[in-house]
């Protein structure tokens, strides 16, 4: 046995190559795979395979658009079946796809049953519903009988299937197509096929028109669900005559008067590709955060239409600015990619202009056209040899019956006879028609079978002349398609006409052929300040020492007795407006921006502080107070550092804050007060006070600061600014304010110990 192995000749054949090149050879497959047989359409038909396999299915299965309706499953199994080995639940999805109105243009599928809604509720089962053709899906079909286009093997070889449908209309750019490849994808939205065949005409008339030109037909898509294109005419221009671009869609709106002076937005139309029950969860999510504070509610009271209805706060409000928020906030208003990569006669993946698209398939019905007059040629000859030897047999008529009745094989005999020396009934020389097939006087087996099969009821005279009127219909039929096949301007006026009896059918008298899609201006998008969307109220706001935070309506007395959670108390509580933005300084250094329109109601306890901004855990909220615009503010640190901040610097546009104090653990925010007049006063925890000119103190954006006072132990307490011709205040044990005015023991510079502090100086350290 080790002998055998050792035999070079027995050992098993091996081969070897590199695993970059096996990958890549595997990938590059099924890469094309992917490209050409499944995500990517083709721009004749505008079908990927998988559709085309339904629509072809469903013929098979003569479920015209009269006919009754069939089982789901049924089609779906026997696409899978045939010529479709993928799962069911995929062939279903795109069956139940071409179905929905509101997600094709021009639906190909007649479905019957639960086939999904725009709220984004999926199909039945498919054991639940049923479903035909559509006659769009007829047109696309119409000319598979007719030799119109090339079958192929099916995917075991055991039935055939046609390679692209013979399509009547531009349906790749009528119903649209989306998908994504290895490395490529596509994104074509629908259009109007009134309008797509109007474009067709021209380009048929003239050839060598511009995309530009093409426009003055095609304006824009054409999205089922509607809507309003606010997309500049250039930018549409130049996304069609590259390929690639974008639309952007917005809803459809109007203001319905309501009694005493009060209004409504009434949507009637929302975008493509957008779920209702998300756009209204989306949306009721704004009015919940306050995001849109001059929103009040919004209501469904769709049925069969989309009927949307959003309730400002006040009847003051603008419904155009309502609406521009609306807009940049939901998708009300979103893009609509372009990119048209298809498939050129099934095989080049490109991305095409709208001019290239129009041009294939029009070359495409071109083809068609020849194919099927070829076909019809090739029936027509077949049906003028047939009638040649009828009308042979009928000038013969003694002749044949006597071969039939005692000729042994009468097949071949009546091919062998010499029709042209034993007619009985012609009267002269120029009614005699020599069969076209037999190349002599006899008959050919064609004509001979034909002969054998016809019925003794059509002996009748009235029945030779019939023959005959029939065979010069067929042959000056012949002549003119003869002449079509020659001539290649008749054929495209003969393309031009099916064309146009295509727009007769599905045009603008259609139900569903007008238009939908509308165009506007966007107008100019500005920036709305939070204080212009918020009506303007008098709120109280009200804060606990465990960082609980409300909003009472009015200015209520400061004094008055609050609720709050066992164990808490008031610690901020100051009148303000809902316009007002609130600034939140934290020990960790950071400054949190909050809207007063956003704060909870004043009916509960409120919400904690930590939830609305990102304040950490271990920070504390050192100050609560309103925003004033071009205020500065003295910001410093337990150790002893601080600088002076612009106000309008300190606000922050996120949940996370803005980081203001520089901090080094353990030191820890402790100051932040409004700077006047002209002098600092720091006291720090050995009670040492320290008086100096604010001058001293740099103005900064972000930083450590500089020192404020110097100590041996210990750090800051508390800082204040204040105008020394005044004196410097504080409160007493006692609560009563008291001023010194004399300070000069305490006067001195930046970073100095100062002496101890007045008589009568509060115990916390504390100037406030």
């Given at each position: ?175 649209g197509s989306s998908g994504i490849a290895v490395g490529m994808a596509t994104n074509i939205p629908p259009h109007n096929i009134a309008e797509l065949i109007d474009a067709c005409l021209h380009l048929i008339k003239s050839p060598e028109a511009r995309d530009e030109t093409l426009l003055n037909y095609i304006p824009g898509p054409d999205f089922p669900t509607g809507g309003v294109i606010v997309e500049p005419p250039e930018s549409i221009a130049q996304a069609y005559r590259t390929g690639r671009g974008s639309f952007r869609l917005r809803a459809r709106w109007q203001v319905e008067e309501l009694p005493r002076g009060g209004w409504q937005i009434v949507i009637t139309e929302i975008p493509y590709q957008v779920q209702k029950s998300r756009l209204i969860e989306r949306i009721a999510d704004l009015i919940q955060t306050r995001k849109v504070p001059i929103l009040a509610d919004v209501r469904d009271e ?467």
């Amino acid at each position: 046995m080790t002998d055998l192995l050792d035999d070079p000749n027995m050992r098993p054949e091996a081969t070897a190559e590199p695993l970059r090149r096996a990958l890549g050879e595997r990938y590059l497959t099924y890469a094309l795979s992917t490209i050409m047989h499944r995500a990517l359409p083709d721009a004749r038909d505008g079908l990927k395979p998988v559709h085309r396999r339904i629509l072809y299915a469903m013929r098979e299965l003569r479920l015209s658009s009269t006919g009754g309706f069939r089982k789901s499953a049924k089609i779906s199994g026997d696409v899978m079946g045939n010529y479709h080995p993928h799962g069911d639940a995929a062939i279903y999805d795109a069956m139940a796809r071409l179905a929905q109105d509101f997600a094709v243009r021009y639906p190909l599928v007649d479905g019957q049953g639960n086939f999904g809604n725009i709220d984004g509720d999926n199909p039945a089962a498919a054991r639940y519903t049923e479903a035909r053709m559509t006659p769009f899906a007829e047109a696309l079909l119409d000319g598979l009988a007719e030799d119109a286009v090339d079958y192929r093997d099916n995917y075991d070889g055991t039935l055939r299937e046609p390679v692209v449908l013979p399509a009547a209309f531009p349906n790749l750019l009528a119903n649209g197509s989306s998908g994504i490849a290895v490395g490529m994808a596509t994104n074509i939205p629908p259009h109007n096929i009134a309008e797509l065949i109007d474009a067709c005409l021209h380009l048929i008339k003239s050839p060598e028109a511009r995309d530009e030109t093409l426009l003055n037909y095609i304006p824009g898509p054409d999205f089922p669900t509607g809507g309003v294109i606010v997309e500049p005419p250039e930018s549409i221009a130049q996304a069609y005559r590259t390929g690639r671009g974008s639309f952007r869609l917005r809803a459809r709106w109007q203001v319905e008067e309501l009694p005493r002076g009060g209004w409504q937005i009434v949507i009637t139309e929302i975008p493509y590709q957008v779920q209702k029950s998300r756009l209204i969860e989306r949306i009721a999510d704004l009015i919940q955060t306050r995001k849109v504070p001059i929103l009040a509610d919004v209501r469904d009271e769709s049925t069969d239409d989309v009927r949307l209805i959003l309730e400002p706060r006040t009847r003051t409000v603008d419904p155009e600015m309502l609406m521009g928020l609306m807009f940049r906030n939901t998708d009300l208003e979103l893009r609509f990619s372009l990119n048209m990569n298809v498939l050129i006669d099934g095989v080049t993946p490109r991305v095409c202009s709208l001019r290239e698209v129009l041009r294939a398939f029009l070359d495409f019905r071109q083809e068609v056209l020849l194919r099927r007059s070829r076909h019809r040629m090739e029936k027509i000859d077949h049906r003028l040899e047939v009638l040649e030897g009828l009308i042979v047999a009928f000038l013969n008529l003694d002749r044949v019956i006597e071969i039939i009745r005692y000729d042994d094989a009468p097949k071949a005999a009546l091919m062998r006879e010499d029709w042209g020396r034993s007619f009985t009934r012609a009267t002269s020389e120029a009614d005699y028609v020599p069969p076209a097939a037999s190349g002599g006087a006899g008959l050919s087996e064609v004509q001979a079978e034909a002969i054998l099969n016809m019925r003794l009821r059509s002996l009748r005279r009235l029945e030779e002349m019939e023959l005959r009127a029939e065979r010069d219909t067929l042959m000056a039929e012949r002549a003119g398609l003869e002449d079509l096949l020659d001539d290649a301007s008749k054929q495209w006026a003969t393309v031009a006409d099916e064309l146009r009896e295509v727009k007769k059918t599905f045009g603008k008298s259609h139900p569903i052929g007008a238009r939908r899609t509308g165009f506007a201006e966007a107008g100019q998008a500005e920036e709305v300040p939070i204080e212009a969307m918020t009506p303007r109220e008098p709120i109280t706001v009200v804060c606990s020492r465990m960082g609980w935070i409300r909003a009472m309506t009015g200015h209520i007395d400061l004094n008055r007795e609050l609720k709050f959670k066992d164990g808490d108390g008031p610690r901020f509580l100051f009148h303000a407006e809902t316009t007002d933005r609130l600034l939140v300084f934290g020990s960790n250094g950071r400054f949190y921006t909050l809207s007063a329109a956003n704060l909870p109601g004043g009916r509960g306890m409120g919400e904690p502080l930590r939830l609305m901004v990102d304040l950490p855990n271990e920070a504390e909220i050192v100050d609560l107070f309103i925003h004033k615009p071009g205020r500065k503010l003295l910001v410093a640190s337990s150790a002893g550092d601080g600088f002076v901040v612009a106000e309008d610097e300190v606000l922050a546009q996120t949940r996370t804050g803005k980081q203001v104090l520089n901090l080094r653990p353990p030191a820890r925010a402790i100051v932040c007060c409004p700077v006047t007049g002209d002098a600092v006063a720091c006291v720090g925890e050995n009670r040492k006070v320290l008086v100096f000119a604010l001058d001293e103190l740099p103005e900064l954006a972000r930083g450590k600061g500089v020192r404020l006072q110097k100590y041996k132990d210990g750090g800051l307490s508390d800082a204040t600014t204040f105008t020394l011709s005044e004196g410097l205040s504080w409160r007493d044990p006692a609560g009563r304010t008291r001023t010194e005015t004399d300070l000069g023991d305490w006067l001195g510079k930046r970073a100095g110990t100062g002496r101890m502090a007045p008589r009568g100086f509060p115990r916390d350290n504390r100037f406030t």
